[in-house]
């Protein structure tokens, strides 16, 4: 079967192809899945293209399967020293057809799942039966293609602004197709959403979709606007999907603005006692995080994944979200596509050119069987 595969070697060279390798056979508490459709997630594009110069990439020939080539900037290659000349498959999440299943798993035959795990860009993918999800009846792959990174993220952030004891959250980049899912969820489980975008067309989308706190970065009165809203909602966690620049500065300084605008506000020079946190979950702009610290000294930058956020959540919370995903996954959790294509076009210069723009309304979707 074919498997896309990304390697980087030592000299800076990356070269993403299709390689044949053999079917796997299911063990003990396993299926085999055929894997009919599976998403190009901006979190796939880290291990797809490892920061190489897109500029650079040029079609290339492995043994008659197509692939391109890349040229991977020295300051990108530093922190790559540990998947130096390691040929990695591609693809976080996916789904399919089970076909085979190991002992304890025979009842799984013919069933349509979504996966979870990695090394989703092949034809078929052997899956433990704690990294499926099971569809309800009449759900294709399609339509489940996208369970998992997406949907769980969204709602990882509404769990983790109610832990940190926040009552509203802001999202950036939030006509993305996480950022629908998010305003649909906050709409559904009344939390207030500030949802921060970067053109107008992009902010006439989500108030289509009941967002009621839009602000546009493009606009000159931006600042202004987003200290409006963190004022009426009161919002004290955001989560960055851009990573780079100064929106994680201006938000953190936004919030301390909306703070100080609340008459019990007691003056201080360190600032107000309303602890302001952003968490960056992206990297969508890839300069350096600026960060002035005029926004007193109660507030915090960290990271955000949700791979951390499920351990920490626990199994049963996880089995929890999963379902809501299952439930409402042509409605709250739907997914749409720009672009269907195969393992072989996925690898064409003018599509890799378009899904790796990470652009809002530009999602690919791979059709391995195709």
């Not at 099971?134 to 399609?142: K, R």
């Amino acid at each position: 079967m074919l498997q896309m595969q990304s390697l980087v070697s030592a000299d800076g060279q990356l070269s993403l192809r299709l390689v044949e390798v053999d079917r796997p056979t299911p063990g003990p508490g396993e299926v085999l899945v055929r894997v009919e459709a599976t998403p190009i997630n901006p979190s796939d594009l880290g291990m797809l293209l490892a920061g190489a110069d897109l500029d650079s990439i040029e079609a290339a020939d492995f043994g008659g399967q197509p692939g391109i080539t890349a040229t991977i900037p020295a300051a990108a290659l530093g922190g790559l020293t540990g998947r130096l000349d390691q040929s990695l498959p591609c693809g976080n999440e996916g789904a399919g057809v089970v076909v085979e299943a190991g002992e304890g798993a025979e009842d799984m035959i013919g069933k349509t799942v979504a996966m979870l795990g990695g090394a989703m860009y092949t034809e078929y993918r052997v899956v433990p039966l704690a990294q499926l999800l099971v569809l309800n009846e009449g759900t294709t792959a399609v339509e489940a293609a996208s369970c998992f990174v997406n949907p769980l993220t969204a709602l990882a952030m509404v769990d983790t602004m109610r832990a940190d004891g926040h009552t509203a959250l802001v999202h950036t980049a939030a006509a993305s197709n996480l950022g629908q899912m998010l305003v649909k969820i906050c709409a559904a489980d009344g939390v207030d959403l500030v949802n921060i975008v970067r053109r107008p067309e992009q902010a006439e989308t989500l108030r289509s979709l009941g967002a009621h706190y839009v602000v546009d970065s493009s606009q000159d009165s931006f600042q202004d606007d987003l200290v409006a809203a963190l004022a009426a909602t009161k919002a004290t966690v955001a989560f960055d999907a851009t990573g780079g620049g100064r929106l994680a500065d201006r938000i953190l300084h936004a919030m301390e603005a909306a703070a100080g605008l609340d008459s019990s506000t007691t003056y201080s020079r360190y600032g107000s006692t309303v602890y302001k946190h952003v968490y960056i979950y992206g990297g969508l702009e890839r300069s350096v995080t600026e960060l002035t610290r005029t926004y007193g000294m109660s507030w915090g930058v960290g990271g955000f994944l949700l791979t951390n956020f499920m351990i920490k959540a626990g199994p049963e919370r996880a089995q929890e979200l999963r379902k809501r995903v299952a439930d409402e996954i042509t409605t709250t959790f739907a997914s749409s596509y720009s672009a269907e294509v195969g393992l072989q076009a996925a690898l064409e210069p003018a599509h890799l050119a378009v899904y790796a723009r990470q652009a809002t309304g530009e999602k690919y979707l791979i059709r391995p069987q195709v």
